[in-house]
Each structure stands twice: as C-alpha cells, then as structure tokens.
C-alpha cells in the first residue's frame, strides 16, 4: 500500500526558509513522479511542484519559481521541497503526492496523497 508522510511544515517569519520531507513506503519510489500541492484556506489545491523519476525534470508553478527547490533521494525513499524567501501567501497545508512515470500538475492524476503538513508565513 502507497503511504506518504509529510512533515517539516511550521511557522515562519516571511523572507524566511523551511524544508518540507516526503517520506515514502510501500512501494519503489523510483516508479512514480512526485508533486507537491498546497491549499489555503478557501482556496483549491494548486500544484506547486513536480520532480520527475530519476530527478532529473522539475516543474514550478510560476508563483514559487525562483524560490522553491524540489529534490528526490530514491534511495531512502524521501523528496524534499526546500522553500526559500517565504511570503504570506504562501501560506498552506502543503501535500505530496505521487503519479506513475510523468509528472503533471493537476491533482486528479494522483495515485496517492500524505496527511499535510502545515505551513504558516507570518511576522
């Protein structure tokens, strides 16, 4: 069974940095792209990021492009999202979630989803 567990999420002042962990089991990383979405309150889920198989395509949604960092270790298992420069608005339970093979940013072509891990940009 898929399971996927976020964390590294918390409060942190804005121009600030964190580094959200996707821990992975159950199944070969390898196989499967990695994204990472965010939801606001009152907002949809958007995607903020995708790391192909072997790490070597990402894709960044324009907002964070510049910014945010996402990376992958198949061999423990893990995919990051270091953020960089953080601003209020990036403010969200952020998700990651796998597809098989491709990366895409649309949350329907997920396989799999973790718990969330809560991310609050504020002085």
């Known amino acids: 069974q898929l399971r996927l567990v976020e964390s590294g999420g918390g409060l942190v002042q804005p121009g600030g940095s964190l580094r959200l962990s996707c821990a992975a089991s159950?199944?070969?990383?390898?196989?499967?792209?990695i994204g990472w979405f965010r939801q606001a309150p009152g907002k949809e889920r958007e995607g903020v990021s995708c790391?192909?198989?072997?790490?070597?395509?990402?894709n960044y949604a324009d907002s964070v492009k510049g910014r945010f960092t996402i990376s992958r270790d198949n061999a423990t298992n893990t995919v990051y999202l270091q953020m960089n420069s953080l601003k209020p608005e990036d403010t969200a339970v952020y998700y990651c979630?796998?597809?098989?093979?491709?990366?895409?940013?649309?949350?329907?072509?997920?396989?799999?989803w973790g718990q969330g891990t809560q991310v609050t940009v504020s002085s």
């Open positions: 979630a796998v597809k098989y093979y491709y990366c895409s940013g649309s949350v329907h072509e997920y396989q799999s």
């Open positions: 790391v192909s198989r072997s790490g070597g395509i990402t």
């Open positions: 159950g199944f070969a990383l390898h196989y499967y792209a």
